[in-house]
């Protein structure tokens, strides 16, 4: 194919150019540009890293091999910009580049995965769970996997009919558990050591599946919330199947943690327990640190040998369901057993400690007769329904009806924890908590000593839902923590329940998803709320927590009536702050600029810059005027008086208003005093920028060491001020970009990650708790990369030395724009050998050095230096290395002859090493520059002959004299043909029109007429007809003329002996007559070159303009010159008088 061709004779490859017209649909010039960009073949490919010894997974990726993260390692260099403004998603990563110091390795969007990219990232930078996972290890990679596999055999069930599919599709799923821990662990792992900026999570979400075991699409935009719960329980359902190696640093001995995978917690508010697996191995578990982290390694490289299939491996997995097998699953809440409150220990597993909390919600309402019967089942949603609306705080919203319970007001995600008991009941209300029926049928509830019923109901939660619409986090919580409806009894009476969620467990993580989409009832869509919400560096959330319940309560009442006088005084302070709606457009000042408007325009006089009235109309206007100033001049001082005082009484009650706004905050935070002992740090903040539906997520982290901030935004990563953190977080209505979840860790978890860490002795740990073969694998990878480097490098070079010949030739195709209408200058000239055509003659040459290569030696000369000045010019500019234009100037020929353009002035050559390159052939400058101030000197001396005469008509035989020396000095024969038709045309002309003139005087009278006067002048020309090679038919008859009308004119060189005296002159006789025209006096007189050279004109349109205008005039009035001429020496002359003086 040509265009394939095309491609390769610039210098790409042959795939390269096939992938490149491909993408393009064989636009050439499109492909180039793909080609200087890097972008080749389209997006570059990822292939996964297999190392050797990678023990094997459950799971196929996508590339065909088990379980091994993907890592971005394509050879193809980044695109240097991204989008700028509202940005979108992109599946550009960078995985030529290497990862920069201190920053955290980047995530590559794999298809609209931004906000999994998030996640995972703040997944990645919980030192606690970070660590954890990495001590995970599979079924295959324990120790005692045998007696596993052989224990969960022996247990296992008789098939039923449906026994087959629901087996198959619970191990399917428990498979892809295993194998998603997995890869977390190795996504991990790669994010602490390896050397690239980025590394790609495809193999990981490839392993997330649906209940049925069926592969889960991952790309289109979901809610954050629901993903996460499906992933953290799938991710329980791995960790339950497999097992953790004990920490190095642990010493005392926690029975069963290792083998369990859980960590025990007392039941207290800050839910902190131990991590699971951080036990150091005891008496009973005798295997020492060292066996049991190679244990899993050799035994993965058996099973990996062995080459078993994944059905057979799975198959003797033991089965998560069973209680005999060592992954039996956790239940996370143990029931309680005292009605003191005090709980039996708990075992929780490292994602229960760390994501889930575990909320109580209190619904109650006024007991009535008859109602203590049915209470319990109304609180299940067995009896009674709601029949109206509920009153939030935040709005209303409809009460579900039939046999669902009363919604709740629930702070929390209607999640059970993964590991915990699935709790049945009626579904949960509109705010997604946790349903309020119990785990068993409630007994008959008895009223309170206040005539209350209240049914309480334990959940776990993941997110807290927070309506952007109360401005601040605990506004917001304190809105989602309490609800009232309206609520029928079983009775049938009316009353008021009141629902309200406290937290009984904290986990270590606070996640706090702010609702910003809603439907828009008018457009019948959804639309993104980018409301302003606020939200602290550090929260305390006692205020909440069940144990607290009394005080807190008592403190949201009082803390209610301060809030809602603080919001009007808010409200107030921003009617003053926005005048007229317009933001930051104080009243005050608004008076304040009035006030010195008008004292302004009051000392200004009446009259000053009025114009003078023209007309009745006008002179009334103006008196008009004229009172308008005079009366403001006059009243002036007591309304600006007036307005500054009121700026004054309104600045007051802005600093009024403020003071009080203050005290009222003051006092909130009084009110709660002594609630400040659980405190939670802001660590991460998911940023949405878009639309409701659509838009592009990344996630800013905190950097505890250095106390700053990371924006994490898939393969960029970049550490970023606070003020910009903020900027994009608070939203701010029409800015499109917003926080959508706000991460919080307890104080205790963000003190120990702040804590100075040797971070080589941080990296040694890390190491020993990453599987001996994948470590191994992320080293060959590094140094895999390395080589990727190097040849990234190369082509980068390589590439660098493309976008230089790149500009050269775009320099060069804007001088060839410059140079078309150049060109059509000079061949837009008069033909020499026309009658007509021979007057109009100009010389291009005067306008610019190219036209005078395009004039004597063609326009190949003049693409030829148009290359060499482009070439100078990148160079100076770009300043690339001498030893690289010879691959320069290779791949400039390429892109000239790709486009069909000139290119032999560029001569290929190949080095000893195989690599082609060309040399430009140059010109030889300076031969050209000294023919160029030849052209240049020649014609400053015809335009100063040519002007002489034309100022002064009796200097015709000094202009022909100037014209002669032309002539005779350069051989114009050979080196400049256009000057020579020129000179000859005028001299001609001079000397014939003069000849006629004469023959005509002579004629009137000659008894009368002398013309000795021109003699001299006469035998000149009859040299000059002798000397130059004009048509023989022309000189002939015109010297037979010149010689009737001076008999004794003679020319002394062919009067010697042995000369001839016909026009049929020797080629010695030749050059003897142009010395002799040289040498004659009259010539000899206007040799004057230095003189010449002084008052040269520089080329361009001024002295082209010049010398065509003296041209054409000369042309088209040579007889009336010769007459002026002839009458300017014989005034009288008979039969030439009464001709006009053209000169004048």
């Known amino acids: 194919m040509a265009q394939i061709q095309t491609l390769m004779d610039m210098g790409f490859s042959e795939g390269d150019a096939r992938r490149a017209l491909q993408h393009v649909n064989g636009n050439v010039e499109q492909a180039i540009e793909r080609l200087l960009s890097g972008a080749v073949g389209g997006e570059p490919e990822f292939p996964a890293l297999r190392a050797e010894g990678t023990s094997p997974q459950f799971g196929t990726g996508a590339n065909g091999q088990d379980g091994v993260i993907q890592v971005a390692n394509a050879p193809l260099p980044p695109v240097d910009s991204f989008p700028s403004g509202l940005e979108v998603e992109t599946l550009t990563a960078v995985p030529a580049d290497a990862r ?60 039923t009919e449906d026994a087959p599919d629901k087996e198959s599709e619970k191990r399917a799923r428990r498979l892809h558990g295993i194998s998603l821990a997995s890869e977390l662990r190795q996504l991990f792992a790669f994010g602490l050591f390896t050397n690239r900026s980025c590394v790609d999570p495809s193999l990981l979400l490839a392993q997330l599946v649906d209940r049925r075991g069926q592969k889960l699409p991952i790309g289109s935009q979901e809610d954050v919330g629901e993903f996460m719960l499906m992933l953290l329980e799938q991710l329980e359902e791995g960790i339950r199947s497999g097992d953790f190696i004990p920490a190095l640093q642990d010493t005392k001995p926690t029975v069963g943690a290792a083998s369990s995978g859980v960590a025990e917690a007392t039941d207290d508010q800050s839910g902190v327990g131990k991590a699971i697996g951080s036990a150091a191995p005891t008496a009973e578990e005798p295997a020492a640190i060292d066996a049991a982290s190679e244990a899993p390694v050799a035994a993965a490289k058996a099973a990996d040998e062995a080459g078993a299939p994944a059905d057979e491996v799975a198959d003797k997995l033991p089965d998560a369901g069973k209680a005999d097998t060592a992954a039996e699953p956790v239940k996370a809440v143990a029931e309680e057993t005292a009605e003191d409150g005090l709980a039996d220990k708990k075992r929780l597993s490292i994602l229960q400690s760390l994501f889930f909390g575990e909320q109580v919600q209190v619904f109650s309402y006024r007991h009535t007769p008859d109602d203590s019967v049915e209470a319990a089942n109304v609180a299940s949603g067995e009896g009674a329904q709601a029949d109206s609306q509920p009153k939030a705080e935040g709005g209303d919203a409809e009460v579900p009806s039939g046999s669902e319970a009363p919604p709740t007001g629930s702070a929390g995600a209607a999640a059970a924890a993964p590991g915990s008991p699935k709790k049945e009941g009626p579904p949960t209300g509109s705010s997604g908590a946790a349903a309020l029926a119990p785990k068993e049928k409630a007994k008959e509830p008895v009223p309170d000593a206040n005539g209350m019923i209240v049914n309480e109901e334990k959940s776990d939660f993941l997110h807290i839902f927070l309506d952007v619409k109360s401005k601040s986090v605990y506004r917001a919580w304190e809105a989602a923590r309490h609800t009232e409806v309206d609520y029928t009894t079983p009775s049938g009476s009316s009353t008021t329940a009141c629902t309200s969620t406290w937290i009984k467990r904290l986990p270590k993580l606070l996640f706090f998803q702010l609702q910003r989409v809603m439907f828009d009832q008018e457009t019948k869509a959804q639309v993104k709320l980018d409301d302003p919400f606020e939200f602290e560096m550090k929260i305390y959330v006692d205020r909440f927590l069940l144990a607290n319940r009394t005080r807190a309560t008592e403190a949201a009442s009082n803390v209610g009536k301060l809030q809602d006088e603080k919001d009007k005084l808010e409200e107030a302070l921003l009617g003053f702050g926005n005048f007229k709606g317009r933001s930051n457009l104080g009243v005050s000042d608004v008076l304040a600029w009035a006030a010195e408007c008008l004292e302004t325009n009051a000392r200004a006089e009446a009259s000053e810059g009025l114009p003078e009235p023209s007309s009745v109309a006008a002179q009334s206007g103006a008196a008009g005027t004229e009172k308008l100033l005079a009366d403001l001049k006059q009243g002036a001082p007591s309304a600006v008086t007036l307005l500054r005082s009121l700026s004054d009484v309104c600045g007051a009650q802005v600093a009024r208003l403020k003071g009080d706004v203050e005290r009222l905050g003051n006092e909130i935070d009084e009110a709660y005093s002594d609630l400040r002992k659980e405190a939670y740090e802001l660590y991460a903040i998911w940023v949405h920028s878009g639309i409701a539906g659509s838009g592009h997520y990344w996630a800013f982290i905190r950097d505890w060491q250095q106390d700053r901030w990371y924006r994490l935004d898939d393969a960029r990563v970049t550490v970023v001020p606070w003020d910009e953190v903020h900027e994009s977080a608070v939203g701010r209505e029409g800015s499109h970009t917003s926080a959508y979840v706000l991460v919080y860790v307890q104080a ?41 480097q190097k040849q990234q490098e190369v082509l980068k070079a390589e590439q660098d030395l493309r976008r230089h010949a790149e500009a050269i030739f775009q320099h060069y195709a804007g001088l060839i724009h410059q140079w078309e209408p150049q060109k059509r200058i000079h061949d837009s000239t008069g033909n020499p050998h026309d009658a007509n055509g021979r007057k109009f003659l100009h010389d291009a040459a005067l306008l610019g050095f190219e036209l005078f290569l395009y004039r004597l030696h063609g ?7 148009l290359v060499a000045k482009s070439f100078e010019a990148q160079k100076a500019i770009r300043a690339w290395r001498d030893e690289d234009e010879g691959r320069i100037l290779f791949f400039l020929s390429g892109t000239l002859r790709s486009q069909q353009a000139y290119a032999s002035m560029l001569r290929e050559t190949t080095s000893a090493d195989g690599v082609k390159r060309c040399e430009l052939i140059p010109l030889d400058s300076a031969k050209l520059a000294t023919q160029y101030n030849t052209v240049l000197l020649q014609g400053q001396i015809v335009d100063e002959a040519l002007q002489a005469l034309k100022d002064d008509p009796g200097v015709l035989v000094k202009t022909v004299s100037m014209l002669a020396f032309v002539w005779a000095r350069w051989n114009l024969e050979n080196e400049d043909k256009f000057r020579q038709n020129e000179v000859l045309l005028i001299m001609s002309t001079l000397i014939y029109n003069t000849v006629n003139v004469l023959e005509r ?71 003897e007559l142009r010395e002799a025209v040289l040498q004659h006096p009259l010539t000899q007189e206007q040799a004057r070159l230095d003189l010449y050279e002084a008052g040269r004109s520089q ?45 004048t």
């Not at 990645?124 to 970070?130: G, Q, S």
């Not at 002795?761 to 080293?779: K, W």
Request: net charge negative; aromatic share 8%; hydrophobic share 40%.
């Open 1099 to 1143: 080329p361009g349109q001024a002295f082209f303009e010049r010398h065509r205008t003296l041209y054409s005039w000369v042309m088209h009035g040579d007889e009336m010159i010769a007459q002026d001429y002839v009458l300017n020496i014989v005034p009288e002359l008979p039969g030439v008088a009464g001709f006009a003086n053209v000169g």
């Open 748 to 788: 205790g978890v963000a003190a120990e990650q702040r804590k100075a860490r040797d971070h080589q002795e941080v990296s040694r740990v890390a190491e020993t708790l990453v599987p001996s073969n994948l470590m191994l694998g992320i080293l060959q990878d590094n140094i895999k990369f390395q080589e990727e």
């Open 100 to 159: 920069k110091d201190g920053l955290p390795c980047g995530l590559r969007n794999v298809g609209n995965t931004c906000y999994v990219n998030s996640l995972l990232q703040t997944f990645l930078h919980i030192d606690e769970f970070r660590d954890q996972m990495l001590r995970y290890r599979t079924p295959t990679e324990m120790p005692d996997a045998g007696e596993r596999s052989a224990a969960g055999a022996a247990v296992a069930e008789p098939e």
């Open 859 to 865: 326009e190949q000369d003049v693409w030829t230096y």
């Open 1001 to 1071: 005087a002579k004629r009137t009278a000659p008894e009368r007429v002398s013309l000795a006067v021109f003699e001299t002048a006469c035998e000149y020309f009859l040299l000059l007809l002798h000397a130059v090679e004009w048509p023989k038919g022309w000189k002939t008859p015109l010297i037979a003329r010149l010689q009737v009308l001076f008999p004794q004119a003679t020319v002394a060189v062919l009067n010697r002996p042995g000369a001839s005296r016909t026009l049929d002159v020797t080629a010695a006789q030749t050059v």
